[in-house]
Nanobody, 122 residues
Framework: QVQLVESGGGLVQAGGSLRLSCAASGRTFRDSSLGWFRQGPGKERDFVAA???????YYADSVKGRFTISRDNAKNTVFLQMNSLKPEDTAVYYC????????????????WGRGTQVTVAS
């Protein structure tokens, strides 16, 4: 059974930073691609960033230059460093895992975490 557990969310002032983590268990992490998605209040779930097993990275335009995705295969963990946070970044952030290359499409992912809340105060 694959499990993904996010952590690191919280309340931060605009302009601040947070680092999200997602710990995976139950399968070979090294061969998997990981993605971060978010869902704001009253909004649909949106792609944020992804990292392939090759370490190729993908970003949504809205976070490019502010967020950085990375992975530590030894710790089965993927990270999302979020800098220069804005109130519009407020959302529940979800980690997802799939075989093959990273994808911007949530429907391509097989496993999901329960999410962690990020709130950015203006």
């Amino acid at each position: 059974q694959v499990q993904l557990v996010e952590s690191g969310g919280g309340l931060v002032q605009a302009g601040g930073s947070l680092r999200l983590s997602c710990a995976a268990s139950g399968r070979t992490f090294r061969d998997s691609s990981l993605g971060w998605f978010r869902q704001g209040p009253g909004k649909e779930r949106d792609f944020v960033a992804a990292i392939s097993w090759t370490t190729h990275t993908y970003y949504a335009d809205s976070v490019k230059g502010r967020f950085t995705i990375s992975r530590d295969n030894a710790k089965n963990t993927v990270f999302l460093q979020m800098n220069s946070l804005k109130p519009e970044d407020t959302a529940v952030y979800y980690c997802a895992l799939r075989d093959g290359m990273g994808s911007r499409e949530g429907s391509d992912y097989d496993y999901w975490g329960r999410g962690t809340q990020v709130t950015v105060a203006s």
